[in-house]
């Protein structure tokens, strides 16, 4: 009695086979991997500062020199840049610096570009763009100040006298590209309903600083990506997630630059690997994700029409935060879909789906992390087959797009360790 073969990742929902996995990124040669960090190759934590990424991942990614590429909305630079996080782990900047661990690829959303070095830049951003980021920290922190002059002390558990500039030194994110208030360590601190007020002080402050921006000429460069999110509203922003039910909803307010989306980062990336590999830019060596189209159709399109098929690598996209919810918008069922991940991930799938290259979208549950927005991934297995009993998204989302080919039910750890596994054999 013969046994029919297991499909191929790619053709997977869910999967547990973490081997083949393995097998697929140690023995695939044209292999491009594009991967998020936070909660993905280290734990997600409340203060940034307390990041902690291992040596030993560190030197898997060498073993993919070349094939491997972070994508993510955090910086590269700065006090709560993943840099530090790569230094503290080497023992030392001179380390890491002499062994090369820096991790290539692009911050910021797409902006901020990094070579295994540390060598950085920031194509296609201008000094005025640069100027008017630097100032942004500073209002974020004065918006703090003033929430809370604003209010009746009762009932919060902030010790204004001791706490207040404790708390805006964690808050308060002074990226170079991408300035960020962070309110992770306050959602376990607040009331309820002071919280959802702060998230909503912190979307007018973003909201100003739109304003001010095209008061100064420049109306055209920024946007505000918040994190998580409930996708996109028919204006094409992004939704914010107020916390409820013991969840935290939105936690980062980003502000960065324009066409600084993930999706984009994709095609930017590709560009560099089929140069590294034939000599040219296929979207020519100045490319940068401020030029690229934003809607899924356009960048899909472009690549179509630009990459050269024989080519095209098997891509292999990791990330942690997708989530959908379903709301009732004139008596109809609606699904709002986001996640930071998502649009990029939706990417990596459907070009597999056109050039036929098994691309492996990979999914890492973050729920085990301190932050309390991260849905649980509950599977259980049935006769070697896993059946979904809870996923990241709204179980009343039934046509989701995005497939979640192989899960990482154990969160970084689990999947660190298969990575390290596929280096080891590369």
């Given at each position: 009695?013969?046994?029919?073969a ?17 097998d697929q990124?140690?023995g695939?040669?044209n292999l491009?991997?594009?991967?998020d960090?936070?909660?993905v190759c280290?734990?997600l ?5 307390d990041?902690?990424?291992?040596l030993?991942?560190?030197e898997a ?13 955090g910086e590269?630079t700065g006090k709560?840049?993943v840099?530090g996080?790569v230094?503290?782990a080497?023992?030392?900047?001179a380390?890491?610096?002499a062994g090369s ?10 902006v901020q570009w990094?070579?295994r070095e540390g060598?950085i830049s ?7 763009e640069l100027?008017?980021l630097?100032?942004?920290p500073?209002?974020?922190a ?5 929430f809370w002059q ?5 009932g919060?558990?902030l010790?204004?006298e ?7 030194q964690s ?7 991408s300035?960020?208030a962070n309110?992770n360590t306050?959602?376990?601190r607040l009331q309820?309903?002071v ?14 600083l739109?304003?001010d921006?095209?008061?100064q000429g ?11 999110n409930?996708?996109?509203g028919p ?5 914010l997630?107020?916390?409820q039910?013991g ?8 502000f960065?630059l ?11 990336l590709?560009?560099r690997?089929?140069a ?7 979207l020519g ?8 189209p ?7 399109d472009l690549v179509?029409?630009?990459?050269d098929?024989?080519?095209?690598p ?5 990330g ?5 919810v379903v ?10 879909r ?6 990029f991930?939706h ?7 056109h050039f036929?290259?098994?691309n492996?979208v ?14 649980a991934l509950?599977?259980e ?8 009993i809870e996923g ?10 995005l ?8 969160g970084?750890r689990q999947?660190?360790e298969a990575?390290q ?6």
């Amino acid at each position: 009695m013969s046994s029919l073969a297991s499909p191929s990742l790619h053709q997977q929902v869910y999967s547990l086979d973490h081997a083949a996995w393995v097998d697929q990124l140690a023995g695939t040669e044209n292999l491009l991997i594009i991967q998020d960090l936070d909660g993905v190759c280290m734990g997600l934590v409340n203060d940034p500062l307390d990041r902690v990424m291992a040596l030993d991942y560190l030197e898997a990614t060498q073993r993919f020199d070349g094939h491997f590429y972070v994508l993510t909305n955090g910086e590269h630079t700065g006090k709560r840049g993943v840099n530090g996080i790569v230094e503290r782990a080497l023992g030392g900047k001179a380390q890491a610096q002499a062994g090369s661990y820096y991790l290539p690829g692009l911050a910021a959303g797409g902006v901020q570009w990094q070579t295994r070095e540390g060598q950085i830049s920031h194509p296609g951003v201008s000094e005025a763009e640069l100027a008017f980021l630097a100032a942004v920290p500073q209002k974020m922190a004065d918006q703090l100040r003033q929430f809370w002059q604003r209010r009746p002390r009762d009932g919060d558990s902030l010790n204004l006298e001791t706490d207040l500039e404790t708390v805006i030194q964690s808050t308060v994110l002074d990226n170079l590209a991408s300035p960020t208030a962070n309110l992770n360590t306050l959602h376990n601190r607040l009331q309820p309903a002071v919280y959802a007020d702060l998230q909503y002080a912190m979307q007018t402050l973003m909201e100003d600083l739109l304003r001010d921006a095209a008061r100064q000429g420049l109306g055209d460069s920024f946007f505000v990506h918040y994190a998580p999110n409930h996708g996109r509203g028919p204006d094409g922003k992004e939704i914010l997630w107020f916390g409820q039910g013991g969840e935290s909803g939105t936690t980062d307010f980003q502000f960065m630059l324009r066409g600084a989306i993930k999706e984009a980062g994709v095609l930017a990336l590709l560009n560099r690997y089929y140069a590294a590999r034939t000599g040219a830019f296929p979207l020519g060596e100045d490319f940068s994700v401020r030029q690229a189209p934003h809607s899924h159709t356009e960048l899909l399109d472009l690549v179509k029409q630009t990459f050269d098929p024989a080519l095209m690598p098997t891509l292999v996209g990791v990330g942690d935060t997708v989530t959908s919810v379903v709301v009732t918008e004139a008596g109809q069922p609606v699904a709002k879909r986001g996640g930071s991940d998502r649009n990029f991930l939706h990417l990596i799938q459907a070009i597999g789906q056109h050039f036929d290259t098994g691309n492996i979208v990979t999914y890492v549950d973050s729920s085990g992390g301190e932050l309390k927005n991260r849905k649980a991934l509950k599977l259980e297995d049935r006769r070697g087959t896993s059946v979904v009993i809870e996923g990241p998204g709204d179980p009343r989302d039934g046509d989701d797009p995005l497939v979640l080919n192989v899960v990482f039910p154990g969160g970084y750890r689990q999947y660190c360790e298969a990575f390290q596994a596929a280096a080891a054999r590369r």
